[in-house]
């Protein structure tokens, strides 16, 4: 937790106002209008009761006309009120949403790849999207009921109390057990945090099994991850039938409640009649003003349970709020050279945690302007971090990362990775259009430049022969491509991205060596002037290169300069 914090309710709930507070006008509207539209259901109930028991008495149509005027206006005002606090309630949670959805947008960002890097993807998605969903009902059904019954209660009370004063205190006892008893039913059966962590497991499981179906059938795993669905399934349904339970018993009691304080008001209205200390005609008014009153206990149950989840919610997003940020900016960033710049590294070492083995050991390489080099070596050699270091997603513990001498880290981060085009093995393309996924690099590209880019990456024949063209979708995380094809998309937009150095980690990985030979050929042909580092594990594809640097266990044990190379003293 941050500072002075300690994750109650209490806590969590001022955290979540802070970072989104409500339009205030809007709520104390709504909460305006829902106290009217609540004493328009009491005053209707009670009206027509007193217009019942004056119209037994037969006095005429002319003796009654103004209390049944007055009971019409009331009924044709009752739904629009209503109607009314719902839209202005709505739009006051909404709005608060819309702060959330963007607050959280800009704690994510910063936190990926590095803090995210042990979460799952299914994980964080439920938070995005079901957690920050959850967080409307903070002011939709917790606060708003809660002052409403609060409000609308003690109005009954009074009124009741004014016309026989012995009524207040039945109803007002009445009023309490039900105000205090329901919530607590409904919070005693609230989904807990560890409920609510293994619905967003489940979720990651379920995305887990879609996405990784394939695999998990070739390897005979897919019936051990569906028992693991349906386990978490069996007891989440558990908790589901518990707070049914729980519902019951809130509805048991709200209507023992409210038939123990319409039976109390009436007997002490019968009594106070007999001894003419009030009028026959309101004789039916007390216990139908009794009744309607009872309308405010069922939402503030409902928002117990709504607290209680909102309370959930916001820890399980707080917490991401709480991770450690490993790199930030600086106070004064420098701005980044112009132009194509020199990437250097002088003996960078950078640890993924306290305590975890060096995962880059005093590497040292440049990146000539316009060079294309290759960085080889096994499987968790220290590759991908050097790119991790470059795009200062990772902090160096020591050494420099500089672009024509220029530290990264004494930049703005998007000043740094704004040099940097990378391709990363597993392309994250989106749900849309190939036209989409290539100019999400430059929203604001002309059709042109996309064309020209297309064209680069050699996907136009490929693209001129589809019905729809560059208009034509791609699937969930590019589905419905091949490895190539979903590599080349990729290529392009970082081609459209138009940034000096282009970063591409195993481009090749999933092709066949032919396959992957062809799309090397193409980056290198379209790279142009670009500096171009492209990280690879297989030997065969570093003949294309005339600079090599090869690493093994964080550290450069072996370089390779071409004829083109400086044969004197070549850079680290």
């Not at 995210?116 to 079901?130: I, P």
């Not at 959850?134 to 003690?154: F, H, K, Q």
């Not at 004014?162 to 009524?167: A, D, R």
């Not at 916001?314 to 600086?330: C, E, F, I, K, T």
Request: charged share 20%; proline share 7%; glycine share 10%.
């Amino acid at each position: 937790m941050s500072p002075g914090t300690d994750g109650s309710t209490a806590s969590t709930v001022r955290r979540l106002i802070a970072v989104s507070p409500p339009p205030w006008g809007r709520l104390a509207g709504a909460l305006g209008l829902g106290v009217a539209a609540s004493a328009a259901t009491i005053g209707l109930l009670a009206g027509s009761g007193a217009l019942v028991d004056k119209a037994a008495t037969r006095p005429g149509l002319g003796a009654i006309a103004g209390l049944l005027a007055v009971v019409e206006v009331i009924a044709f005002a009752r739904a629009p009120l209503r109607y009314a606090e719902r839209l202005s309630a709505h739009d006051a949670g909404f709005r608060a949403l819309a702060g959330w959805r963007v607050w959280l947008f800009d704690r994510l960002e910063p936190l990926s790849p590095a803090p995210l890097r042990t979460w799952r993807s299914g994980d964080v998605a439920r938070r995005a999207v079901a957690d920050v969903d959850a967080l409307s009902d903070l002011y939709l059904r917790a606060l708003g009921p809660l002052v409403l019954a609060i409000v609308v209660s003690a109005l009954a009370v009074c009124v009741v109390g004014v016309l026989v004063p012995g009524t207040a205190l039945v109803l007002g006892l009445a009023l309490v057990v039900a105000l205090v008893g329901a919530p607590a039913i409904a919070w005693s059966a609230r989904q807990t945090d560890a409920e609510r962590s293994a619905a967003g497991s489940l979720h990651a499981d379920v995305v887990d099994l879609v996405q990784g179906a394939p695999e998990l059938i070739a390897f005979g795993r897919a019936s051990v991850q569906l028992d693991r669905i349906e386990g978490a399934t069996r007891r989440l349904a558990d908790s589901s039938r518990r707070r049914a339970r729980a519902n019951g018993a809130v509805t048991a009691l709200v209507a023992a409640c409210m038939g123990g304080a319409v039976t109390g008001v009436l007997v002490l209205a019968i009594d106070a009649l007999r001894g003419h200390r009030l009028e026959p005609i309101m004789l039916a008014v007390l216990p139908l003003t009794a009744l309607g009153s009872f309308e405010v206990v069922p939402p503030l149950a409902a928002a117990a349970s709504g607290l209680a989840e909102v309370v959930t919610a916001g820890r399980r997003l707080l917490a991401l709020d709480d991770l450690p940020r490993p790199v930030s900016d600086p106070a004064d960033p420098q701005a980044p050279p112009t132009g194509a710049p020199e990437v250097r590294m002088q003996d960078a070492t950078l640890r993924y945690g306290p305590g975890l083995p060096v995962a880059l050991d005093g590497v040292s390489l440049a990146l000539p302007p316009g060079s294309a080099t290759a960085l080889v070596g096994p499987s968790g050699a220290g590759k991908s971090s050097v790119l991790n270091a470059l795009l200062r997603f990772w902090p160096l513990e020591s050494g420099r990362a500089m672009a024509d001498g220029v530290a990264l880290d004494a930049m703005a981060q998007a000043d740094a990775r704004s040099l940097f085009a990378p391709v990363d093995q597993d392309a994250q393309l989106f749900a849309g259009t190939i036209r989409e996924n290539v100019a999400f690099a430059r929203p604001d590209a002309s059709d042109a430049d996309i064309d020209e880019a297309v064209r680069r990456a050699q996907l136009d024949e490929w693209v001129a022969g589809l019905p729809s063209g560059l208009d034509t979708p791609i699937g969930e995380r590019g589905a419905l491509l091949s490895g190539g094809q979903r590599q080349r998309v990729a290529l392009a937009r970082a081609l459209l991205a138009h940034r000096p150095v282009l970063l591409l980690d195993e481009p090749g990985a999933g092709l066949d060596a032919e396959m992957a030979a062809a799309l090397l050929d193409d980056v290198l042909g379209a790279a142009g002037e670009r500096t171009v580092l492209v990280i690879s594990h297989r030997r065969e594809e570093i003949e294309r290169f005339a600079r090599v640097v090869e690493i093994d266990a964080g550290r450069v044990v072996g370089r390779r300069w071409g004829a083109a190379e400086p044969s004197a003293s070549p850079p680290p």
